[in-house]
């Protein structure tokens, strides 16, 4: 009797606690969301989670949002306009008959499992007025702890709505000491970190450049919650909006000293237009959260997007020859039957033929011509791409293409007989970006075409093994001849022309699932998780002078795992050794963009070994966890780390970053990280360069224990800037 009376007052909890509370969980942390008397829902936590669901419950009590006299809370789950707000706004919407307030009553949420360790609340709210009904998605990936939020608003009015601002997500952070770390860059700079206090006001991260935004300041940021982050403590959220266009992040610091964060695309010269009974879908803001660091938190986000995001990302990839650095635009069929040669004697998976194939009448001999007019080049290549496929193939080796489908030089056929496919200003001066402009996306017909590009690559070539995608501008006189035809607004442009990339690249997907893709823009302008589910991998910068890409890679490392970032040895720096440039580009996914014949006999000997070597331990760097030990900008070395889920192996790159005499030998040993405390291990170190003898002793064994508490020393020093160490579990 006793114990049925315990369960019916459980149950009835359980419907108290469903009614007013919402609770969304991951593994490890919490947001709990609770309905206030006018119906409004508002965060009461963000934290990890409590073992005692009914804990939840009593949060809100503890509480004081609420001021004496005063309507506004600066905490709601998506804050509407012109109503109680003061704050800034997630949502604002100018309705049919001109009014500019908005109400949002709680009505319901459901949550559903969607297996495969996913789990998805919805929530409901409405306009009591104007019945405008806006969905929340809160999507749960509970192993990573990783959040994926984004929200739908349907127009219930009789008539067109005009969405002024349209985030996806609106959170909220208790605490008062934040940091944030948000990147900024230019062509051949990209990822560099500033971190900075966030003080009261608010804080914004945007961009407008339409297309690339990662090129002057990437979508990904860094927040912490009580002082700056390190690696391994602190509370930290890392955030991304899976967006390839215009984005908005805006941090407020309140009047309580909490934190509002606002993320969505960027509603910059973008109000759209919703007819009746349309819903508008915002981009996916994504997050995971860490009370254990930074390190933890990239960890998160790799898993999760290798699982969930990048396409294929827990597949092969191919390592690759490219022929741009060392060719340009400047080739012809036995240059590139050399290359292929060569492809093949260092032992890479394919080669890339890079810019410049095409284009006749208006031949890509540079970057100002040609760009638009897929055919091959009849003087440069005379026997076509299948010769070459054919060669390629003949070698073993699998053949990749470079192309550019999204953008037209002026001097090209296409411009000349599609002017109205191309976004510009009608009555105005065309401004370029490389001297070339954007194609319009938002038109149905230039979606078809861009398709068509790729498509007919592979209809005339079924065994192309890979593509490089790039997109070198940005959006100048954003104009679309095509919404002025269809009556529609130009403040849609922005919005509709990454609507219609994704509506090509999903059609591209849908035929092509098993293609390699390497999204390219001009280096690393256009770096994104809307764009990286349709690409097996990235190109960071063009920039590959190795002591810059230990830098950015660190920086990318926190958002992107290894497998997704291409890393070539090119003739960037080449007073660094060929070693030192190879062993950087191993920390990704390693390839070659260099004349091998230039080298000498014993640099290409250590090409080809060091790719071996590599083979032998991309799986760890591909798939195992990377840790961050020794911070290129705090240290003169450099140091991280890849080590298996089996925790069995592992390697360790380590750099000199610093050419000041007294800090060339590395005087302390370097904490290991990830390993089992338990396990025994060996160490050996690979990449030596000619005939050289490690300094390391690889007769002798570690616990995992000594090397995470006590370190190892890497011995790197003037004379040996780089060193390579795998480790492997020895077992007794
Ligand atoms: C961009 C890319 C380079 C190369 C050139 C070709 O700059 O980032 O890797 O493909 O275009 O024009």
Redesign the pocket.
């Known amino acids: 009797m006793k114990t049925k009376l315990t369960l019916y007052f459980l149950f009835c909890l359980n419907i108290l606690l469903a009614q007013n509370t919402i609770i969304i969980e991951s593994s490890e942390y919490a947001i709990v969301i609770e309905k206030d008397s006018l119906k409004r829902l508002q965060y009461v936590y963000f934290g990890s989670k409590a073992s005692n669901l009914n804990d939840y419950k009593s949060i809100d009590k503890q509480l004081r949002f609420e001021v004496k006299d005063a309507a506004d809370i600066p905490n709601h789950i998506y804050t509407p306009n012109g109503t109680w707000n003061t704050a800034e706004p997630a949502l604002q919407i100018l309705h049919s008959d001109g009014n500019p307030s908005t109400e949002l009553e709680y009505e319901k949420h459901i949550k559903e499992n969607l297996g495969n360790g996913v789990s998805l609340t919805t929530i409901t709210l409405v306009d009591p007025i104007y019945k405008t009904e806006v969905l929340l998605f809160y999507k749960v990936y509970h192993e990573e702890n990783v959040f994926e939020q984004w929200s739908s608003i349907k127009n219930n009015e009789l008539q067109a709505i005009v969405l002024k601002k349209y985030a996806s997500a609106n959170l909220y952070f208790k605490n008062n000491d934040f940091f944030l770390t948000q990147y900024h860059g230019a062509w051949g700079s990209e990822m560099q970190p500033e971190t900075h206090r966030l003080t009261s006001g608010i804080k914004v991260l945007d961009s407008k450049l339409g297309t690339r935004s990662n090129l002057y300041a990437p979508t990904n940021f860094i927040l912490s919650l009580d002082g700056i982050a390190k690696e391994d403590a602190g509370k930290v959220l890392l955030g991304s909006l899976a967006w390839s266009g215009n984005y908005r992040f805006e941090f407020e610091k309140d009047r309580f000293n909490n934190l509002r964060l606002i993320a969505g695309a960027n509603n910059f010269a973008a109000e759209y237009k919703l007819g009746a009974n349309h819903a508008f879908e915002t981009p996916h803001f994504i997050y995971t959260y860490s009370e254990k660091g930074k390190n933890q938190a990239s960890i998160n986000m790799h898993r999760w997007s290798r699982k969930y995001r990048i396409h294929d990302g827990e597949g092969n990839r191919l390592t690759l020859l490219n022929n ?1 650095e060392a060719t340009q635009f400047n080739f012809n069929e036995k240059k590139i039957i050399a290359l292929l040669d060569e492809a093949k004697e260092i032992g890479v998976d394919a080669f890339l033929l ?2 410049g194939w095409f284009g006749n009448k208006y031949p890509r001999n540079n ?1 100002n011509a040609g760009l638009g007019d897929w055919e091959v080049n009849q003087n440069k290549l005379p026997n076509g791409l299948s010769n070459l496929i054919k060669k390629a193939n003949k070698r073993g080796v699998k053949f990749g293409i ?1 192309i550019e489908p999204e953008m037209v030089n002026p001097k090209s056929e296409l411009y000349q007989n599609h002017l109205d496919w191309v976004i510009r200003q009608p009555n105005r001066k065309e401004y370029y970006y490389r001297n070339q402009l954007v194609l319009d996306l938002s038109n149905q017909e230039v979606q078809s075409h861009v398709f068509a590009v790729f498509d007919n690559l592979f209809i005339k070539n079924p065994d192309i093994g890979f593509v ?1 995608w ?1 997109a ?1 501008s940005i959006i100048y006189n954003a104009y679309s001849e095509y919404l002025a035809r269809k009556k529609l607004p130009q403040s849609h442009l922005y919005f509709e022309y990454v609507k219609g990339l994704y509506k090509v690249l999903e059609r591209v997907r849908e035929k092509y699932p098993k293609v390699p893709i390497m999204l ?4 690393g302008g256009r770096v994104d998780y809307g764009a990286l589910q349709y690409f097996t991998e990235f ?1 960071p910068s ?1 920039n590959t002078n190795p002591l810059d890409r230990i830098f950015m890679h660190w920086e990318y490392s926190y958002f992107y795992p290894a497998i997704a970032m291409s890393s070539h040895v090119t003739n960037w720096n080449k007073e660094s050794s060929i070693k030192f440039r190879t062993d950087v580009a191993s920390i990704g996914k390693l390839g070659f963009d260099i004349e091998l014949e230039k080298l000498s006999k014993e640099e290409k000997e250590f090409c080809k070994q060091a790719l071996f070597n590599y083979k032998s331990f991309q799986n760890i760097i591909w798939y195992g966890d990377m840790y961050r030990l020794q911070d290129p900008y705090e240290n003169p070395i450099a140091s991280l780390q890849y080590v298996n889920h089996e925790k069995t192996s592992s390697v360790v790159f380590s750099f000199l970053v610093s050419h000041r005499f007294q800090t060339f030998y590395s005087k302390e040993p370097i904490l290991f990280k990830g390993l089992d405390p338990k396990k025994i291990y060996k160490i050996e170190e690979v990449n030596l360069f000619g005939g050289e003898k490690t300094e390391i002793d690889q007769k002798a064994t570690y616990t995992g224990e000594y090397l995470m508490k006590f370190g190892f020393n890497p011995i790197v020093s003037d004379k040996r800037k780089s060193v390579v160490l795998k480790l492997s579990e020895i077992t007794l």
């Open positions: 741009w890079d810019d970057d470079w490089k790039d070198n390219c823009s001009g280096g190109w063009d």
